[in-house]
Structures are given as C-alpha cells and as structure tokens.
C-alpha cells in the first residue's frame, strides 16, 4: 500500500497551467469548416424569412407557394444542384422548368385541416457523399420540417377563415329595418341642421359680448313701458334669451 502524506490529504490537487498567451492552433481546414457552417445557417434563416414575407403577402395559395417553392435550393447545401417540388392536393409547384425527380430526395409532407395531403421536397440533380440523412444535413431536415409548419399553419388559418364565413348567413334586412333606418337618418340630419343653426346663432351673440351694453333703447307706449318696467319682466326676458344661448352672462 502506497503510503499517503496526513498533512497533504485535504489540500486539492494542483490543476494543470494553462498557458493563455500560447496562441491556440487552428489549421487553415478548420477556419474553412467553420466559415462554410455559419453561411450554411445563413442560408437557412434566409429561406425561413423569405417565406415568412411571401406568407404576410397574404397571395393566392397558389401564387404563394410557386414563390416559396423557387426559395428553396438556395437554401441546401449544393444549391447549384438542388430544385424543388411542393405538393398540395392536386396542385403541383415547381422550382425549374424542366423538373425531374431523382433518386436523392429530402421530402416533409403535411396535411391541412381540410384534409388535403401536401409534401414539400427537394432533390439533387447527382449524388453527393452521405450525411447524416442520405447526402442532407440534419440542419437541412429541421429547416424543411420548420418550413413545413409554416406553410400549414398559413394555410389552416386560411381555411378556417373561409369556413366561419361559409357557416355565418348573411343577414338580409327587413322592410321595417330598412324604415327604421331611413327615419333614423332623417332624424339625425335634422338635428345636425338645428345644432348648425344654433350654434351659428350662439357665435353671433358671443361676437357681440365683448362689447359692453350700456344703454337699451325701449320703444313702447307709455303704459306698456310702466308695465314691463314695475313687473320686471324685461330683466327676466333678456337673462332668459341669454340662458337659451348658452351664454355664461349677460352683456
């Protein structure tokens, strides 16, 4: 049995030196490698935010997917060899003319709330060395599969839409609604038209207040005037007038 130091049981092991000056060792290959992933993940968030646009473009589903189905290659790995084909019910969208489908294919299909089946899918023109899927990255299969998600969930909520039109009637109007309608409407141009007057009447009398009156001329019979003026009925009258006016005090 080796034999152990008491006083050296409990201090931790000592850790390795690293020396952080030393500059790390990255061959040519490696900085190759790493530039060639990150512009393959650019191409990737690329072709999802393309078909997120073409998608709030709100198009016809076909025109919709004819756009997206051309977005498609550049986003693969050998783009230069890559098309596409998008499959929805009995509609078929193509990415080149001249299409030909081949043996080396990355294919999702879907299905829609309406029960139409669809598949997006690429293909190579040749065959290219194995992948983890055939000659397609892993990264490639989580991009069609997201591109997948997005494409039904666009068109489901089209569906759906079109679906609560369809089971809500339109409601016809009745000859009493029609009525009620047309004497609300004369009701509330009548009002407008009074409101117009008064107020045009308002802003005459608001005009005038800035001038103080002092004096008010009378033109009565002498007994009217002894009347009107023992009862006070003229204060009474013209404070009235001001009142119906809206106005906040006399002249």
Do not use: C
């Amino acid at each position: 049995m080796k034999d152990e130091n008491i006083f050296d049981a409990g201090k931790p092991k000592q850790q390795p030196v690293i020396d952080v000056d030393q500059p790390l060792s990255i061959s040519q290959e490696d900085i190759k490698k790493l530039l060639s992933e990150k512009r393959e993940r650019l191409k990737e968030l690329g072709a999802i935010h393309k078909t997120t646009t073409i998608l709030k473009e709100e198009k016809p589903f076909d025109e919709m997917l004819q756009a997206i189905v051309k977005e498609l290659p550049p986003a693969w790995q050998h783009s230069e060899d890559a098309i596409a084909r998008i499959k929805y019910g009995e509609n078929v969208f193509l990415s080149h003319a001249g299409f030909k489908a081949t043996p080396w294919v990355q294919r999702k299909t879907f299905e829609t709330i309406d029960g139409k089946e669809g598949s997006i899918e690429v293909f190579y023109r040749k065959k290219f060395p194995e992948q983890e899927e055939g000659p397609f990255f892993i990264e490639e299969r989580h991009l069609i599969n997201n591109l997948s998600s997005l494409i039904t969930g666009h068109l489901n909520t089209q569906i759906g839409k079109s679906l609560l039109k369809q089971s809500v009637p339109e409601k016809k109007e009745t000859q009493e609604e029609k009525d009620q309608r047309t004497h609300a409407s004369m009701n509330r141009q009548l009002l407008q038209k009074f409101l117009n007057k008064h107020n045009s009447d308002r802003d005459i009398y608001h005009d005038l207040m800035q001038y103080k009156v002092r004096e008010i001329l009378l033109v009565a019979n002498l007994y009217d005037a002894y009347i009107i003026e023992q009862e006070g009925r003229f204060f009474e009258q013209v404070t009235g007038e001001y009142y119906q006016l809206n106005l906040s005090s006399a002249p």
